[in-house]
T-cell receptor, first 112, second 116 residues
Framework: AQRVTQPEKLLSVFKGAPVELKCNYS??????LFWYVQYSRQRLQLLLR??SRESIKGFTADLNKGETSFHLKKPFAQEEDSAMYYC??????????????FGQGTILTVHP | NAGVMQNPRHLVRRRGQEARLRCSPM?????VYWYRQLPEEGLKFMVY????????ESGMPKERFSAEFPKEGPSILRIQQVVRGDSAAYFC??????????????FGPGTRLTVT
């Protein structure tokens, strides 16, 4: 069964410090991973996906198949990055290929 | 495009009553997903529907819960004979009909159900 683990429920850093939100997964096939973000009083929204290898709002995430990880990183955190972050794994096979399995989420707080 | 709409935003039910949660997907989206977020927990997949079809309901409790996405109108998540443990935030998401973009799930604001 596929699973996504975000080991840190809470993460606090100071503005300008590097930040890394951890995500590990277990999946037997070829994984497709995403990071979603929910800012205060806003909807959950897609932040980035591993396939595109893009940087959004300064965040990047590299898929490491050897370590089964997809950690989200930003070299210099900003206060506006404070939010709940979810790592998600897409079910790539079968009929339910649209289904996402989410991790438990990490609340990031960036202090001034 | 107004985005995914959910109503009501807040719903209070007494134990034993029925709860009906509605979700209108984004225009042009034919895939709908329901997720539940219990207090202090992450999002848990419940059910995945396309128009008039349930594709995957592996996350739905076996009893009291049902979902539909009719040809016309919103998707409905129905909880019969609610219990206190059903208190949670229920989120709906939709994704484009284009299977290449099916990973792009757009979320609604959620319905917060409180069972008293």
């Amino acid at each position: 069964a596929q699973r996504v683990t975000q080991p840190e429920k809470l993460l606090s850093v100071f503005k300008g410090a590097p930040v890394e939100l951890k995500c590990n997964y277990s999946y037997s096939g070829s994984p497709e991973l995403f990071w979603y973000v929910q800012y205060s009083r806003q909807r959950l929204q897609l932040l980035l996906r591993h396939i595109s290898r893009e940087s959004i709002k300064g965040f990047t995430a590299d898929l490491n198949k050897g370590e089964t990880s997809f950690h989200l990183k930003k070299p210099f955190a900003q206060e506006e990055d404070s939010a709940m972050y979810y790592c998600a794994l897409k079910n790539a096979g079968g009929t339910s290929y649209g289904k996402l399995t989410f991790g438990q989420g990490t609340i990031l707080t960036v202090h001034p | 495009n107004a985005g995914v709409m959910q109503n009501p935003r807040h719903l209070v039910r007494r134990r034993g009553q029925e709860a009906r949660l509605r979700c209108s997907p984004m225009k042009g989206h034919s895939h709908v997903y329901w997720y539940r977020q219990l207090p202090e927990e992450g999002l848990k997949f419940m059910v995945y529907l396309q128009k008039e079809n349930i594709i995957d309901e592996s996350g739905m409790p076996k009893e009291r819960f049902s979902a539909e996405f009719p040809k016309e109108g919103p998707s409905i998540l129905r909880i019969q004979q609610v219990v206190r443990g059903d208190s949670a935030a229920y989120f709906c998401a939709s994704s484009p009909s284009d299977y290449r973009r099916i990973y792009e799930q757009y979320f609604g604001p959620g319905t917060r159900l409180t069972v008293t």
